[in-house]
């Protein structure tokens, strides 16, 4: 039988994703053959899905911007048969054929061995926002404040990357910020490990000043726009921010004061091409600064057949933590 794929077509300027046995010409001919066996479903998914922001520039396409799984077959000697990986960035599911699919071909460069301790489901229960979320809370370390004064400011938190950002960034002795839109995602947060609760609101001010009293000793910002300038005039001296996503908006419209007066720096993150060694420092630390069975908690699995529907779910902002795809239900 063909492997079966989650199948995004264009018709007459309309896009529809459907689940469909998949053909070599969908599958592509990269030398590394994997054998899918979970991938996961962000908002970049949510956005394939539905043929927002020009991701997809050409259809027929194979959605999903993760995998992991086992290596069936690699034509350049680099993977054994049987060897456990995932597979997060380089335009897989944008680009290049994705993961939503019970088979995937791609590139040697792109693939990581799993760490000891991950399991291909809970390797896509972190999927590329918990790549994203550990790599900037690596750069927020490397580049920011050595003390935890300060708590850590986490903006979007209920997000994929933000909840993950939380829970980890706790475990490693960060007192955390959080800072939602849904207030009632207060207990959630808490159960993560947040030490406090910030409305958004209170951050995406307009009438933010160059400098305000200083307050949080780095940040996780998932948000972008005023919320971004907003936190920025409160970090402390010599805070790091790192950015991850500009849900917000891409304006920045902060003053240069916090940089000039109090050393702050600011670093973006994109996980999409990050170099090799940081993907396989970034992975090694979540397996081993993440609770599995906190991440369990944060966690919901649906089948392939369940994926077409969940885009505008995603889109409207609707999902909390992680949604895990089995590729075989």
Not at 157 to 175: E, F, T, Y
Not at 275 to 298: K, N
Request: proline content about 5%.
């Amino acid at each position: 039988m063909s492997p079966r794929g989650v199948v995004v077509r264009e018709d007459g300027g309309t896009v529809a994703a459907r689940v469909e046995e998949l053909d070599e010409s969908l599958l592509g001919h990269d030398p590394v053959r994997i054998r899918v066996h979970y991938s996961t479903l962000n908002y970049k998914d949510g956005m394939v899905l539905g043929g927002l922001g020009r991701l997809v520039r050409r259809y027929p396409h194979v959605a999903g911007v993760d995998l992991a799984g086992e290596v069936i077959e690699d034509r350049t000697g680099t993977f054994a048969p049987g060897t456990r990986v995932v597979v997060t960035g380089f335009h897989v599911g944008e680009r290049h054929p994705g993961g939503l699919a019970q088979e995937a071909r791609v590139r040697p460069e792109w693939v990581v061995p799993l760490p000891e301790g991950l399991d291909a489901r809970r390797a896509m229960a972190i999927g590329t926002a918990g790549l994203s979320a550990m790599l900037a809370i690596m750069a927020v370390e490397q580049r920011g404040r050595s003390d935890r004064t300060f708590p850590l400011l986490v903006t979007g938190a209920a997000g994929g990357v933000g909840s993950i950002a939380v829970a980890v960034a706790a475990r490693r002795g960060w007192g955390v910020a959080a800072s939602t839109g849904r207030t009632d995602e207060a207990p959630y947060l808490r159960s993560l490990g947040a030490s406090s609760i910030i409305a958004r609101a209170e951050l995406a001010r307009d009438d933010v000043r160059p400098l305000e009293s200083e307050r949080f000793g780095g940040a996780i910002d998932a948000v972008g726009g005023s919320t971004l300038a907003t936190a920025l005039a409160q970090m402390a001296h010599g805070a790091a921010v790192a950015s991850v996503g500009l849900a917000g908006g891409d304006r920045f419209c902060a003053s240069v004061m916090p940089f000039l007066l109090r050393g702050v720096s600011i670093v973006g993150i994109d996980s999409t091409l990050a170099p090799l060694e940081d993907r396989r420092a970034a992975w090694a630390a979540l397996a081993s600064d993440l609770d599995p069975a906190l991440l369990a908690e944060v966690t919901r699995e649906v089948g392939l057949e369940d994926v077409p529907a969940l885009g505008p779910e995603i889109l409207a902002g609707h999902v909390r933590g992680r949604i895990v795809v089995d590729v075989n239900r």
